[in-house]
């Protein structure tokens, strides 16, 4: 037997892909056109594909340098959260019985809270103080800010991996740091890729953070090079959003090679 079609779905997904893709029309757009045919109208299709604005973009911005940057900072990173902040909410979730473990717990969870411009200047006055103001310094808070919301992630995975593997393991003569690494951090594969895949394109993306760190030109990311484009009183659109788009390509491939990754960890977390 056919099934009916769920219109009232069918029309709101249809909705929000146009929601989703008609931005990106423009984006596109815009670029592929010179300053005459944006004079003309917005929306319009591009009457001649001008790829000189990536080459002029490029060019305007040091992109290579710039993407440089923003790769090393966004890899370092990862890779560093998904060893310190799994390692820190083990030992959350195996003690959450202690008072201590507990109140660290929350205490985490509070900086979730917390926006990030209440803290901006005494983050900048003391990254300034300890000459972190660099790209090191970029990469330690990016860490460091991920905890809040990768702890409460973590500690939920982690509590529901039966405990038993562990006490195995230790009557095998096993450590504690042995079991983490070849019993519990194999089984947060999921949820690593997830973790990962959000850092990476929060690092990657992130605008505020770089912008009131950053002293030196040649150490800015892509998202800071775009002020390259914004002018006293004009702003040249067409290479502007020829820029966005350079920046914007490595996150997209990114993420449609690896959303898969991203449901099956959200899911299997919420299963388990």
């Not at 029309?11 to 893709?21: F, K, M, N, Q």
């Not at 010179?34 to 992109?63: Q, V």
């Not at 973590?154 to 230790?170: D, K, M």
């Not at 770089?210 to 002293?215: K, R």
Request: glycine share 6%; with cysteine; net charge neutral.
């Amino acid at each position: 037997m056919r099934k009916s079609t769920n219109w009232t779905v069918t029309t709101l997904v249809a909705l929000g892909s146009l929601l989703i893709l008609f931005p990106l029309y423009l984006t596109v757009s815009i670029a592929l056109k010179n300053p005459e045919e944006m004079a003309r109208s917005i929306f319009a299709l591009p009457t001649g594909l001008h790829f000189e604005n990536f080459a002029n973009a490029i060019a305007a911005t040091d992109f290579f340098t710039a993407f440089k940057n923003s790769a090393l900072v966004t890899v370092i990173s990862v890779l560093f959260i998904l060893l310190t902040n799994s390692m820190v909410s083990y030992a959350i979730a195996r003690n959450m019985n202690k008072k201590f473990f507990k109140g660290l717990y929350f205490y985490f969870i509070s900086a979730m809270f917390i926006p990030f411009q209440i803290i901006m200047l005494p983050v900048v006055n003391q990254t300034t103080t300890f000459h972190m103001n660099n790209i090191l310094g970029l990469i330690i808070l990016y860490v460091v800010y991920g905890l809040a919301f990768n702890v409460f992630v973590y500690v939920g995975y982690i509590r529901s991996i039966p405990i038993e593997l562990e006490e195995a393991a230790t009557v095998d003569g096993a450590t504690t740091w042995g079991t983490f690494w070849r019993i519990i951090f194999p089984l947060l594969a999921p949820i690593n890729a997830t973790i990962g895949i959000l850092a990476c394109l929060s690092s990657w993306n992130d605008f505020l953070l770089p912008l009131v760190l950053l002293g030196d030109p040649g150490s800015y990311t892509l998202p800071l090079v775009q002020y390259v484009f914004q002018g006293q009183f004009s702003t040249d659109f067409n290479l502007a959003f020829a820029s966005y788009l350079l920046a914007l390509l490595p996150m997209v491939i990114v993420y449609l090679f690896a959303q898969k990754w991203i449901i099956n960890g959200i899911t299997q977390g919420a299963v388990k």
